[in-house]
């Protein structure tokens, strides 16, 4: 189960870190889509580069001292790390795609913002893991992301990181 969790750093990195990274110029560069942003203003180029980039950095480290056994190899294990990193970034994005276009205003509270980037991020690390996503590892990886994402949040907002605690 401990692997399990370490399988998960690199996605967890890429979506807590873009609170203290991110900034600057809007990934939609402020364009409008029926009236409403595209994805909003939290949702920043920086961010978006910043989270992919420390969390893929997360996992090469990860794979250097804690090889994962569901990788064939160290590369392998790398590539899957950035994937992970990339796919929670795409998927975080998604979801405030998805907000958007329900109206709902940038930084308010959706209960699936705590597991679309986790479906994004596993599918796109799919092609460099063998035997992972089994329905034990999988009902455990929503699990506990359902559990932890919140409460990084709720860190976050009472470090003064973050202005809502969601
Ligand atoms: N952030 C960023 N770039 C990203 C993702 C997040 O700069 N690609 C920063 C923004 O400052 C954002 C904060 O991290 O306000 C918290 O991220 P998140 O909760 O994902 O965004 P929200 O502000 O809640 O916006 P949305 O409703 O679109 O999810
Ligand atoms: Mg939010």
Redesign the pocket.
């Known amino acids: 189960m401990l692997d399990l969790l370490v399988f998960l750093i690199p996605a967890y990195i890429a979506?807590s870190s873009?609170?203290?990274?991110?900034?600057?110029a809007?990934?939609d560069f402020g364009i409008k889509l029926n009236g409403k942003r595209i994805?909003?203003?939290?949702?920043?180029?920086?961010?978006?580069a910043?989270?992919t980039l420390a969390g893929a950095t997360a996992g090469i480290i990860v794979a250097w001292f804690y090889p994962l056994p569901f990788f064939a190899s160290m590369e392998q294990q790398m590539a899957g790390a950035l994937m992970l990193a990339l796919g929670t970034?795409v998927g975080?994005?998604l979801?405030?795609f998805l907000?958007?276009r329900l109206g709902?205003?940038?930084?308010?509270p959706?209960f699936p913002?705590t597991f679309i980037f986790l479906i994004v991020a596993l599918a796109f690390a799919w092609p460099f893991v063998q035997d992972l996503y089994s329905p034990f590892n999988l009902v455990f990886f929503f699990g506990l992301t359902i559990i932890l994402h919140p409460a990084a949040?709720f860190l976050?907002n009472r470090a003064g990181l973050?202005?809502?605690p969601?």
Do not use: C, H, Q
């Open positions: 979506n873009p609170v203290v990274l991110g900034g600057g809007p990934l994805l909003g203003e939290g949702k920043t180029i920086r961010g978006f910043g989270g970034l975080d994005s979801g405030s907000k958007r709902m205003e940038s930084g308010s959706f913002d949040n976050a973050k202005k809502v969601w």
